[in-house]
């Protein structure tokens, strides 16, 4: 039996997928902006994006449960929300700088906006559930153990 769409979760993986999605999605933007802008925007922001995917790509690998993979887990996780969150600022730059050209035409269109927006949110909030779940996992597994857990 199937489960309606609006009734299914992400699943576990979906944060890599995002990203993925998010990368491509601002490549395929980033390359409408004129060449002035290569070095100033454009390859700042791409490696930033490209710095996500790497990052939460390294942090799949990694265990929820060992100590020292956890720690390095939940540190990357943490470096992709800041780079989120600094992702959100060079799209904003974008937009309000670097969008028209002589005529006032857009060369990124204001629904490409919404959408950039809402794959970073999205991307934020799974790994924000990601982070969370990591935690409660790790906790469980080191009470069981009787482990001190962490104070995070």
């Not at 028209?100 to 999205?122: C, V």
């Amino acid at each position: 039996m199937s489960v309606p769409t609006d009734k299914r979760k992400p699943s576990l993986v979906q944060f890599v997928t995002t990203a993925h999605e998010l990368q491509e999605f601002t490549i395929e933007r980033l390359v409408k902006l004129p060449a002035r802008y290569k070095t100033y925007i454009y390859d700042p922001l791409a490696n930033l994006v490209n710095s996500i995917v790497e990052d939460v790509t390294k942090a799949n690998g990694l265990s929820r449960t060992e100590p020292l993979e956890y720690q390095e887990r939940r540190m990357l996780f943490k470096t992709v929300q800041a780079n989120l969150i600094t992702a959100y600022k060079y799209v904003d730059y974008v937009f309000a700088h670097c969008n028209r050209d002589k005529n006032g035409k857009p060369f990124i269109k204001e629904a490409s906006r919404l959408q950039w927006y809402h794959l970073l949110n999205t991307e934020q909030n799974l790994i924000s559930g990601i982070l969370d779940s990591d935690k409660a996992a790790y906790n469980r597994r080191h009470k069981t153990l009787g482990d001190i857990t962490p104070d995070e």
